[in-house]
């Protein structure tokens, strides 16, 4: 099967979108949006997020051992194009929104319509990606508010409350 077949398929699948963040070498912040987030347990409270092996992002995590989870609302279209967007300042992707620091040092959207902070638990190797696993050790919710959703390559506003 052709990876342009493939893509065109799973892209009829719709997602909320979430921002991951950790730490840099340096202290410094990045991020990056994705839409492979998922809950995986109650007990202990496990989430895991899907990332290019090759990547930055995944790099940064396994070296920093944390992470955290900023599930993103209708009206942050912006921050998630933002962060989807390569950048030469990985700091610049900051500039849109107001972010704090969680326990673990990531960066968290205050008004996120929840985040989770997260320990890596564990990594496994998924083909061309790192299926990283999260013990999540702190959890909000900010603010009701319908998700936004990725479907067809496109942002939708979520489901209404």
Do not use: K
Not at 2 to 25: C, H
Not at 50 to 69: D, E, K
């Amino acid at each position: 099967m052709s990876s342009t077949n493939l893509r065109a398929v799973l892209a009829q699948w719709a997602t909320g979108v979430v921002v991951v963040t950790t730490i840099r070498d340096d202290g410094g912040r990045h991020g990056m949006t994705a839409s492979s987030f998922t809950s995986v347990a109650l007990d202990p409270p496990l989430v895991s997020i899907s990332l290019t092996t090759a990547s930055t992002t995944c790099r940064l995590i396994r070296r920093s051992g944390v992470f955290a989870i900023n599930v993103l609302g209708h009206d942050h279209e912006e921050i998630g194009r933002r962060f989807a967007t390569p950048s030469g300042d990985p700091a610049a992707r900051f500039a849109v929104g107001d972010w704090d620091t969680a326990p673990s040092g990531a960066a968290i959207l205050t008004d996120a319509v929840a985040w989770l902070d997260c320990a890596v638990a564990a990594c496994h190797p998924a083909g061309d990606h790192t299926i990283v696993l999260g013990l999540v050790e702190d959890a909000a919710r900010p603010r009701p508010a319908p998700p936004l959703i990725y479907h067809d390559r496109t942002y939708h506003e979520g489901i209404a409350r």
